[in-house]
C-alpha cells in the first residue's frame, strides 16, 4: 500500500480483501500492522487459510444490515422457482411465495488476537452496515473474477464501503479477450475508468505493468501473444488521471 494523502506510510489500517480465497495476502497484511477483512462466497476457503497459516477462527452469524435490506428488497414475490437468487431464499411464508431475504446470508469468522476477519457472503449483496468502512480495498484477482455483468455492482459495493479518501488497489490482467475467454477476464485502463473514473469520480494511476505470461502459464493462456498484469491505485475524489496505452 501507499502512503496516502490523509494516512502516514505505514499507518495501521482497516483493509478489504473482496473475493479473498484463501489467499496469504490477509495474513500478510495483519502482520504489518493492518486489520484486515476479507469477503469470500465459498466457506472452504476459510478453512483452507486456517490450515495453511496460523490463524484459530471463531464464528458468528450476523444478520444482513437493515441497508443491505434497502438495497435488496426483503421480499420478492415470484409465484414460481425461477432461478436461484444469490442472498435469498425461495419460500411460501407470511408475504406469500417468493425470494425471502436470507437471514444466514453474512457469515464471520474471526481471529481477533491476529486483527483478520473472513466474511462468507456474496460480495454482491453486502452493504456498510455489514462490513463496516475501509481505510482501503486491496482487488487481487476479483474484478477479473467477475461476470461483466456484476462489474458495476461489485464497483458500487466497493465504493459504498470506502472511506473519503480511502483507496484501492487493483491487479488486472490484460489480453485479447477475442483470443480467450475469461475467466480471469480482461481488464484494460479504459474499462477500469468507465467503472471507477465516471460518474464514481476516482483518480486511476497505473503503478506497474508486467509481462504475467510466465506467471499465467496455463493451458489457457498459453498461447497468448500479449499478457499484461497492471497494477492501478484509485483514489477517491479527485478528477484527474494518468494515460497509458493497453
Ligand atoms: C480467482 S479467486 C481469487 C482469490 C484471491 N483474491 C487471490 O488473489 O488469491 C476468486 C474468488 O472469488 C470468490 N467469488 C466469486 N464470486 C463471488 C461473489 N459474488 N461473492 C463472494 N465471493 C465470490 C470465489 O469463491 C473465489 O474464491
Known sequence: ??????????????????????????????????????????????????????????????????????????????????????????????????????????????????????????????APGDIGMFDRVWDRGALVALRPEDREEYVSTCDSVLEPGGKILLATLVYDQNAKKGPPYSIPLAEVQRLYGGKLGYAIETLSSVDAREEYQTKRFKNLAQLTQKTKNEKRGINQHSEEGC
Open 1 to 126: 500500500m501507499r502512503p496516502t494523502d490523509g494516512q502516514k506510510p505505514g499507518a495501521a489500517a482497516r483493509v478489504l480483501v473482496p473475493l479473498c480465497g484463501k489467499t496469504v495476502d490477509m495474513p500478510y497484511l495483519a502482520q504489518k500492522g493492518h486489520e484486515v477483512v476479507g469477503v469470500d462466497g465459498v466457506e472452504a476457503a476459510v478453512w483452507q487459510l486456517q490450515r495453511d497459516s496460523w490463524l484459530k477462527f471463531e464464528t458468528f452469524q450476523a444478520e444482513p444490515s437493515a441497508e443491505s435490506s434497502g438495497r435488496r428488497p426483503g421480499f420478492i414475490p415470484a409465484p414460481t422457482f425461477e432461478k436461484r437468487r444469490s442472498g435469498y431464499v425461495f419460500k411460501t411464508d407470511t408475504l406469500g411465495t417468493g425470494y425471502y431475504l436470507d437471514k444466514k446470508a453474512v457469515k464471520w469468522f474471526r481471529d481477533t488476537r491476529k486483527r483478520i476477519s473472513v466474511v462468507v457472503s456474496d460480495f454482491l449483496f453486502l
